[in-house]
């Protein structure tokens, strides 16, 4: 299969700029790379903000053995996973679910993981926010079928809370668990019984760790909840270049899935931020929240 090569890592270009929220101090090389970064600061309730990568034509994730993460999506370009270190290095916390763990058991969801090149400037970034070296991850799991022996439980390089249903946390604890994994039991809904509310899982994870800005990384499942609540004040999107196209069959994922919205209950966003880097663009819009 063809993959196009990986632009230079060259600074992207503001074409509008948000000038909500306060503008981060960001260490010299991420300034001359990103440019500004403006993150608001809201009274009661932490930022959550979400960041994916997408084709022309919509699909975040091939969702194919060996080729389900974003790299394929992106054509590995460097730039943003420039902008998906950045984002993590700003984040307090990070939440996937099971199905993105699935799609990449190796990884960590840290800044350093997606670009160790710049892990200094992102450490820097980090410790200048008053944020620990890693976010705290937390996996959605409902059924809990999840391998504690993964790099993300095992390795002790990151704090992670699992959330799931009682089934889940007892199948869980069958296991060993690591000095470094919480695991915590809610409530669920739905007819499967195995389906987590959004809302309930943010409450959780304050309960867990006082969060000022949390980056919710996927999957479109989780993320379709997320929006169905109204918990998403902003979402990151790189659009790249591809088309990636779909057969009749296909289980090619959007960036949300599993949610409607429209006609009866349309959610609109604001574009507020744009940049672009070769043919990537940087898109970045505002969604309204409802209130607590």
Same mark, same amino acid.
């Given at each position: 299969?063809?993959?196009?090569?990986?632009?230079?890592?060259?600074?992207?270009?503001?074409?509008?700029?948000? &000038?909500?929220?306060?503008?981060?101090?960001?260490?010299?090389?991420?300034?001359?790379?990103?440019?500004?970064?403006?993150?608001?600061?809201? *009274?009661?309730?932490?930022?959550?903000?979400?960041?994916? !990568?997408?084709? =022309?034509?919509?699909?975040?994730?091939?969702?194919?053995?060996? *080729?389900?993460?974003?790299?394929?999506?992106?054509?590995?370009?460097?730039? /943003? +996973?420039? !902008?998906?270190? =950045?984002? &993590?290095?700003?984040? /307090?916390? !990070?939440?996937?679910?099971?199905?993105? $763990?699935?799609?990449?058991?190796? *990884?960590?969801?840290?800044?350093?993981?997606?670009?160790?090149?710049?892990?200094?400037?992102?450490?820097?970034?980090?410790?200048?926010?008053?944020?620990?070296?890693?976010?705290?991850?937390?996996?959605?799991?409902?059924?809990?079928?999840?391998?504690?022996?993964?790099?993300?439980?095992?390795?002790?390089?990151?704090?992670? $809370?699992?959330?799931?249903? +009682?089934?889940?946390?007892?199948?869980? $604890?069958?296991?060993?668990?690591? /000095?470094?994994?919480?695991?915590?039991?809610?409530?669920?809904?739905?007819?499967?019984?195995?389906?987590?509310?959004?809302?309930?899982?943010?409450?959780?994870?304050?309960? !867990?760790?006082?969060?000022?800005?949390? $980056?919710?990384?996927?999957?479109?499942?989780? =993320?379709?909840?997320?929006?169905?609540? +109204?918990?998403?004040?902003?979402?990151?999107?790189? =659009?790249?270049?591809?088309?990636?196209?779909?057969?009749?069959?296909?289980?090619?994922?959007?960036?949300?899935?599993? +949610?409607?919205?429209?006609?009866?209950?349309?959610?609109?966003?604001?574009?507020?931020?744009?940049?672009?880097?070769?043919? *990537?663009?940087?898109?970045?819009?505002?969604?309204?929240?409802?209130?607590?």
């Amino acid at each position: 299969m063809s993959r196009p090569v990986s632009a230079a890592l060259a600074p992207l270009t503001t074409l509008l700029a948000t &000038r909500r929220g306060k503008q981060l101090a960001l260490p010299p090389r991420l300034a001359r790379l990103y440019g500004s970064l403006r993150v608001p600061s809201l *009274h009661g309730r932490p930022y959550v903000f979400s960041n994916f !990568v997408a084709t =022309l034509d919509g699909v975040v994730s091939l969702n194919e053995t060996g *080729h389900a993460s974003g790299g394929d999506i992106s054509g590995f370009n460097a730039q /943003d +996973r420039m !902008v998906m270190g =950045l984002l &993590r290095a700003v984040a /307090d916390v !990070v939440i996937i679910g099971a199905g993105t $763990l699935g799609a990449d058991s190796r *990884h960590l969801w840290t800044a350093a993981a997606i670009f160790p090149g710049l892990a200094n400037d992102y450490r820097q970034l980090s410790a200048a926010l008053g944020n620990s070296e890693a976010p705290l991850h937390v996996i959605v799991s409902g059924s809990g079928t999840l391998d504690l022996g993964l790099p993300v439980f095992a390795a002790g390089k990151v704090q992670t $809370l699992i959330l799931t249903t +009682r089934p889940g946390a007892k199948r869980l $604890l069958q296991q060993h668990v690591p /000095d470094s994994v919480e695991i915590r039991a809610i409530r669920t809904t739905g007819r499967s019984g195995h389906a987590i509310p959004a809302q309930a899982i943010l409450d959780e994870v304050c309960r !867990v760790r006082p969060a000022r800005r949390i $980056l919710v990384e996927g999957g479109p499942r989780l =993320l379709g909840d997320f929006y169905a609540a +109204r918990l998403i004040d902003e979402q990151f999107l790189t =659009l790249a270049p591809q088309i990636a196209g779909r057969a009749a069959d296909d289980r090619r994922l959007s960036l949300v899935m599993g +949610r409607s919205f429209v006609p009866d209950d349309p959610l609109w966003g604001s574009l507020t931020d744009l940049r672009r880097g070769g043919s *990537h663009l940087y898109l970045r819009y505002s969604f309204p929240v409802e209130p607590a």
